[in-house]
Nanobody
Framework: QVQVVESGGGLVQPGTSLRLSCAAS????????MGWYRQVPGKQREVVAS???????TYPDSVKDRFTISRDAAKNTVYLQMNSLKPDDTAVYYC???????????????WGQGTQVTVSE
C-alpha cells in the first residue's frame, strides 16, 4: 500500500506565511512528479505547484512569486512554502504523488486526504 499524508494547514492572517508538508510512504519504487492542488467548494481542483523528480517546477500565475515547492527525495517528501497569503488562497490543499511500486509497475497518481488552509482576519 501507499499513503500520502499532508500536514501544516491552519488559520492565518493575510500577508503571513505557511508551510505545508507531504510525505509518501509504503511500498514505493520510484516517485515521479509531486504536486500541490487546492479546491474550494463548488469549484474544480486546481494545481498550485508541481515538481518533477529532476527538480523542474511549475506554478500558475495566481501563486507565482509567492509559493515555492521543494522536494526531499530521500524522505519522499514535498513541501509548499506559501508567502504573502491572501484570502483567495483559502482552500483545502491536496498533495499528489505519481508513484511506481515496482520496477515493472506503472506510475499511478496517489492523493492525500487534504489539509485546510484558511486566510482571514
Amino acid at each position: 500500500q501507499v499513503q500520502v499524508v499532508e500536514s501544516g494547514g491552519g488559520l492565518v492572517q493575510p500577508g503571513t506565511s505557511l508551510r505545508l508538508s507531504c510525505a509518501a510512504s509504503g511500498v514505493i519504487f520510484r516517485i515521479n512528479t509531486m504536486g500541490w492542488y487546492r479546491q474550494v467548494p463548488g469549484k474544480q481542483r486546481e494545481v498550485v505547484a508541481s515538481i518533477t523528480n529532476g527538480g523542474f517546477t511549475t506554478y500558475p500565475d495566481s501563486v507565482k512569486d509567492r509559493f515555492t515547492i521543494s522536494r526531499d527525495a530521500a524522505k519522499n517528501t514535498v513541501y509548499l512554502q506559501m508567502n504573502s497569503l491572501k484570502p483567495d488562497d483559502t482552500a483545502v490543499y491536496y498533495c499528489r504523488a505519481v508513484i511506481a511500486r515496482s520496477s515493472v509497475g506503472a506510475f499511478i497518481p496517489y492523493w492525500g486526504q487534504g489539509t485546510q488552509v484558511t486566510v482571514s482576519e
